[in-house]
């Protein structure tokens, strides 16, 4: 049996990392865990930390591509300065950061939970329409939704 103490502890941290998520805004890598968690059974952390990386890299490439002018570069690098700790890091340095971590922890890919390539137009639409979706920081179209997926699957 769990102490009553360490319960209200998780209790709390739970809660605090919900009202921190809620008041954030989620983005893509939540939009697939929600179309994700339920067709294949992964756990919701497994999900994320399995696009996390790819999810940052293709945001990155739009943002370039689409929104060069906006808050989003600047937060990117951000980023890469608090994860890698060098002042003068470029956002891909946070996406090489993810990757590592995510080979360290081995983190198994999405196929690992049974995607396949002919589920790839029903989690890109479940992925669009998740409310998740209005926390990314540009609309990603469908192509690079499943460059997403594809690229998680190993």
Avoid: K
Wanted: charged share 20%; aromatic share 4%; proline share 5%.
């Amino acid at each position: 049996m769990v102490d009553a103490t360490v319960r209200e502890d998780l209790a709390i941290t739970s809660l605090f990392g919900g009202l921190c998520l809620a008041n954030a805004g989620l983005g893509a890598v939540h939009g697939f865990a929600a179309a994700l968690g339920a067709r294949l059974g992964a756990p919701h952390g497994a999900v994320c930390a399995a696009v996390l990386a790819q999810a940052v890299e293709v945001n990155l490439r739009a943002v370039r591509e689409r929104a060069a002018d906006g808050p989003t570069l600047p937060r990117l690098s951000e980023l890469a300065v608090l994860l890698t700790g060098n002042p003068t890091a470029q956002p891909e340095a946070a996406i090489g950061w993810l990757a590592d971590l995510t080979a360290d922890l081995q983190i198994p890919g999405l196929g690992t939970y049974g995607l396949t390539d002919a589920q790839t137009g029903e989690v890109v639409a479940a992925t669009q329409r998740a409310s998740s979706m209005r926390g990314n920081p540009i609309d990603l179209t469908d192509d690079e939704l499943a460059e997403v997926l594809y690229r998680s699957r190993q």
